[in-house]
């Protein structure tokens, strides 16, 4: 009798000649230098914007002592300008937020920040020191606490300092903006200091005197005020960067706002804390600390204290290309 022998035939799985060519496809597009859109699309096209910088604050404290060491080590032949620049963890060099710089300028007696000029627009707030001054265009300018200095683009500009002590301030360029423009640069003057003359600070189009802007903002009735620095035409102060100064008094609440600008805040005076997306930030005078774009954020005074806030942005330069978005504060007032 013939036996009888079970044979098992291992199932063979049908090849799926579509994945496969689909494979075949992203192989062959990466080799031309191009890449599929569907594969990435809620990375390039995201619900929400999507900044890499996330708040942080500088603390003055810590950071002045290491800008006067390094005025004692560095001299102004090796650093052209004694800047420590103000990085966020998230971020490369230069960028404060993604779109704007933020550092602070050293400058000690008798030394000359030599001159130049470059693309970039700067605004300078002025921290504290006698003696200093900043020449743009021919225009010498005496430095004060609290002052707000212009250096449009392209305008020769010097730094200096008489007298004893220190003069330091807060610098804001829109530096990280050419990293997508790729148009800045710097040419030098052939001497050290750009002829000037002493100005008037009345005068003068490109200065803002803190007491003038204090005097706006404690003009305003109500625990929070707030006003821009605008030119005589009513208009911000460049095509990029803009800036503004709020009032808040002892234990009162800002309003909470939310915009597609991205921000650097100075404490010009007064103690108190910030509500950045998730994150508590506590600050005193001399601090230094950033709201990147679309993070929601509100101010608290400390009690008994009346804080003075100075802060950057980017809003003109975000609004003139039609990104601006905001919420409250009637659409941060009215655009």
């Given at each position: 009798?013939?036996s009888?022998t079970?044979?098992?035939?291992?199932?063979?799985?049908?090849?799926?000649s579509?994945t496969?060519?689909?494979?075949?496809l992203?192989a062959?597009l990466?080799t031309l230098?191009v890449?599929?859109?569907?594969a990435?699309?809620?990375?390039v096209?995201?619900?929400?914007p999507?900044p890499?910088?996330?708040?942080?604050?500088w603390r003055?404290?810590q950071?002045?002592?290491?800008?006067?060491?390094?005025?004692?080590?560095i001299?102004?032949?090796?650093a052209?300008r004694?800047v420590?620049?103000?990085?966020?963890?998230?971020?490369?060099i230069?960028c404060t937020?993604d779109t704007?710089f933020g550092?602070l300028?050293l400058?000690i007696?008798n030394?000359?920040?030599?001159?130049?000029?470059?693309?970039a627009?700067a605004?300078r707030?002025?921290?504290?020191?006698?003696?200093?001054?900043t020449?743009?265009?021919?225009?010498?300018?005496?430095?004060?606490?609290?002052d707000?200095?212009l250096?449009?683009?392209?305008?020769?500009?010097d730094?200096?300092k008489?007298?004893?002590g220190p003069?330091?301030?807060?610098?804001?360029?829109?530096v990280?903006?050419?990293?997508h423009?790729?148009v800045?640069?710097?040419?030098?003057?052939?001497?050290?200091?750009?002829?000037?003359?002493?100005?008037e600070?009345?005068?003068?189009?490109i200065v803002?005197?803190?007491?003038g802007m204090?005097?706006?903002?404690?003009?305003?009735?109500?625990?929070w005020?707030?006003?821009?620095?605008?030119?005589s035409k009513g208009?911000e102060?460049?095509?990029?960067?803009?800036s503004?100064?709020e009032?808040?008094?002892?234990g009162?609440?800002?309003?909470?706002r939310?915009?597609?600008a991205s921000?650097?805040?100075?404490?010009?005076?007064?103690?108190?804390?910030?509500?950045?997306g998730e994150?508590?930030?506590?600050?005193?005078?001399?601090?230094?600390?950033?709201?990147p774009c679309w993070?929601?954020?509100?101010?608290h005074?400390?009690?008994?204290e009346r804080?003075?806030?100075?802060r950057?942005?980017?809003r003109?330069m975000i609004?003139?290309l039609g990104?601006?978005r905001?919420?409250?504060?009637?659409?941060i007032?009215?655009?």
């Amino acid at each position: 009798m013939a036996s009888t022998t079970n044979t098992t035939t291992a199932s063979v799985q049908p090849v799926d000649s579509k994945t496969q060519r689909k494979k075949s496809l992203l192989a062959d597009l990466d080799t031309l230098n191009v890449a599929p859109l569907w594969a990435q699309m809620k990375r390039v096209n995201p619900p929400l914007p999507k900044p890499n910088a996330i708040p942080f604050v500088w603390r003055y404290d810590q950071l002045r002592p290491k800008l006067m060491q390094a005025g004692e080590l560095i001299s102004e032949q090796e650093a052209e300008r004694r800047v420590l620049m103000l990085i966020n963890p998230k971020t490369d060099i230069p960028c404060t937020t993604d779109t704007i710089f933020g550092g602070l300028q050293l400058v000690i007696p008798n030394e000359t920040a030599p001159a130049h000029r470059h693309t970039a627009f700067a605004m300078r707030f002025i921290i504290e020191g006698t003696g200093g001054f900043t020449a743009v265009d021919g225009q010498r300018i005496n430095m004060d606490r609290g002052d707000v200095i212009l250096t449009p683009s392209w305008t020769w500009h010097d730094h200096g300092k008489d007298g004893s002590g220190p003069m330091i301030w807060l610098d804001g360029l829109d530096v990280p903006s050419f990293k997508h423009f790729p148009v800045h640069f710097v040419e030098h003057f052939e001497k050290a200091r750009y002829p000037a003359t002493t100005v008037e600070k009345a005068e003068c189009p490109i200065v803002f005197p803190w007491a003038g802007m204090k005097g706006q903002l404690d003009g305003v009735v109500g625990t929070w005020a707030t006003s821009r620095y605008l030119d005589s035409k009513g208009g911000e102060v460049s095509k990029t960067l803009g800036s503004a100064a709020e009032r808040l008094d002892g234990g009162a609440t800002s309003p909470a706002r939310q915009e597609t600008a991205s921000i650097v805040y100075h404490v010009t005076e007064g103690s108190g804390q910030s509500e950045v997306g998730e994150q508590v930030i506590t600050w005193k005078r001399g601090d230094t600390f950033c709201v990147p774009c679309w993070y929601k954020y509100t101010h608290h005074a400390s009690p008994g204290e009346r804080v003075y806030l100075y802060r950057f942005d980017d809003r003109p330069m975000i609004k003139a290309l039609g990104f601006y978005r905001a919420d409250s504060v009637e659409e941060i007032e009215n655009v």
